[in-house]
Nanobody, 117 residues
Framework: QVQLVESGGGLVQPGGSLRLSCAAS????????MGWYRQVPGKQRELVAT???????NYADSVKGRFTISRDNARNTVYLQMNSLKPEDTAVYYC???????????WGQGTQITVSS
């Protein structure tokens, strides 16, 4: 089992910035992929960004150039720096951990991001 604890959500004005953190604990195996997804009511959860254990990253087109994902493997922590936030970024953001070999995945509890003036 892997436990994920997210922090850093909240209310921010359009154009502002926030940084999310997600710390993983428990049975951390490599290779793995950690990332962030988001969901708004009535819609499917969607990819925001992912980071593999050895470096490569992937972003949704809607956040490219504004969001940056990074990770600290020594701390089993992944971060999401969000700049130039827009109202359409408002959602519950979920941290995800996926073990590549078994394809088992785990989710955090979610953290609300609200972008509004």
């Amino acid at each position: 089992q892997v436990q994920l604890v997210e922090s850093g959500g909240g209310l921010v004005q359009p154009g502002g910035s926030l940084r999310l953190s997600c710390a993983a604990s428990g049975r951390i195996v490599s290779p793995n992929v950690m990332g962030w997804y988001r969901q708004v009511p009535g819609k499917q959860r969607e990819l925001v960004a992912t980071s593999t254990w050895h470096g490569p990253t992937n972003y949704a087109d809607s956040v490219k150039g504004r969001f940056t994902i990074s990770r600290d493997n020594a701390r089993n922590t992944v971060y999401l720096q969000m700049n130039s936030l827009k109202p359409e970024d408002t959602a519950v953001y979920y941290c995800n951990f996926r073990a590549v070999v078994s394809n088992r995945e785990y989710w955090g509890q979610g953290t609300q991001i609200t972008v509004s003036s």
